[in-house]
């Protein structure tokens, strides 16, 4: 989603993709899976000493990035991420990260946010809740004051990326009348992990128990009347980075799959050459630029934050979200019969769309988003 448009960014992102390559290929994913792994902490360490964990943080509290704006260096290392659809919490981090800098008292979590910049320690954000849809600004789970003068936090939380493997959990909770966030560490008393079936390879996702759990008044992040606003930018960033890694996932799915096609010949010509191919190779071209262009427009928005931030983030995820799953199927229609069996590396990537079309909203509750602010605007005019 970055351009290379400087020495040092062509350089971050060279080595970037080196790392992954080098140590998270396809096959390295399989071997995860193989052994019930989602990904290697000692691995996400040296992921974090490339700079992925400081990206979004201001250089006063120990960060830093490469092009000038963290969102779009961000967004390219999820690009590339997506190209060998690899591990590690590179979302959950990133989005508590998001919270702890931006919000009012981001000196209170100076040790927090030092131990997830260098990757000895990994946040989730525990927003879902059980059998609802995307509604960040609408929890369950309660957050009720103290005598002691911390709160005491119940409720459950559903679909928490890496739950299990989580040192610290950011729990949106509602207190009072109040929508609140409260950082919560993982072995807290009260804190019960269940694992969820996930059907990615080595992504995995936890619902998440709080039975009466004490924190004390300092592990709220941000002030009650910035939360709402904080709470949005952190939904921005977490579907903006999903839809710039599906892009890298529908790049390399498309060009192994032209490649395929030309590769293969039946009756003598290759199957690139026969006029019925040609046009679904056409129209998924079109569709992967389209998701490709709806993605960096919403990067281009959240990383300067925009008024239409919010907006332009629904439009890339319905877009997205709807279109990559086609174009991913119909990769595998060209490859025909080795295209659904398991020694085929087209389903790791089948998988990884199918799971990001329903997290953070799915298309179709992103696209009454998008009516919804439509129709204001009209309504305005």
Not at 158 to 183: I, K, N, T
Not at 197 to 220: I, M, N, P, T, W
Not at 248 to 264: S, Y
Not at 308 to 316: I, K, P, T, W
Request: aromatic share 6%; with cysteine.
């Amino acid at each position: 989603m970055t351009a290379a448009d400087s020495a040092e960014l062509a350089l971050f992102a060279s080595t970037t993709a080196a790392f992954l390559q080098k140590e998270a290929p396809l096959a390295r994913v399989r071997e995860l899976h193989a052994a019930g792994l989602s990904f290697d902490p000692a691995w996400w360490r040296r992921a974090a000493e490339l700079g992925w964990t400081a990206l979004l943080v201001p250089e006063e509290l120990g960060g830093g990035n490469v092009s000038g704006n963290g969102v779009t260096d961000l967004a390219m290392v999820a690009e590339q991420l997506g190209k060998t659809v690899a591990p590690g919490p590179l979302y959950p981090v990133s989005v508590v990260l998001t919270a702890l800098v931006e919000g009012a008292d981001a000196q209170a979590h100076a040790d927090a946010i030092e131990s997830l910049i260098s990757g000895t320690a990994v946040a989730t954000w525990a927003v879902s809740e059980p059998g609802r849809g995307w509604a960040p600004l609408e929890p369950t789970v309660t957050a009720t004051p103290t005598d002691a003068g911390g709160y005491r936090v119940d409720g459950t939380k559903d679909r928490v990326e890496a739950g299990a493997q989580s040192d610290l959990l950011l729990v949106v909770a509602r207190s009072g009348d109040e929508v609140r966030q409260f950082l919560v560490p993982a072995d807290a008393a009260g804190v019960r992990v269940e694992p969820q079936q996930s059907v990615d390879l080595v992504k995995q996702y936890a619902r998440v128990h709080f039975d009466g759990v004490l924190v004390a008044a300092s592990a709220a992040v941000g002030s009650a009347a910035d939360t709402e606003a904080l709470i949005d930018r952190q939904s921005q960033i977490a579907q903006v980075l999903q839809c710039a890694e599906v892009v890298g996932v529908l790049q390399t799915v498309f060009d192994f799959t032209v490649q395929w096609a030309l590769d293969r010949h039946t009756f003598g010509r290759p199957l690139a050459s026969y006029q019925a191919l040609k046009h679904n190779f056409a129209d998924m071209k079109l569709w992967l630029e389209a998701c490709r262009a709806t993605t960096t427009a919403a990067v281009a928005d959240v990383a300067a934050r925009a008024p239409e931030a919010s907006l332009s983030a629904s439009v890339a995820k319905s877009y997205v979200g709807e279109m990559a799953g086609r174009i991913v199927q119909g990769c595998v229609q060209m490859h025909g019969g080795i295209g659904v069996t398991w020694e085929h590396d087209l389903h790791l990537y089948l998988r990884r769309v199918a799971l990001y079309r329903s997290l953070f909203g799915t298309p179709e509750e992103h696209n009454l988003r998008v009516y919804d602010a439509e129709k204001a605007g009209r309504c305005a005019k």
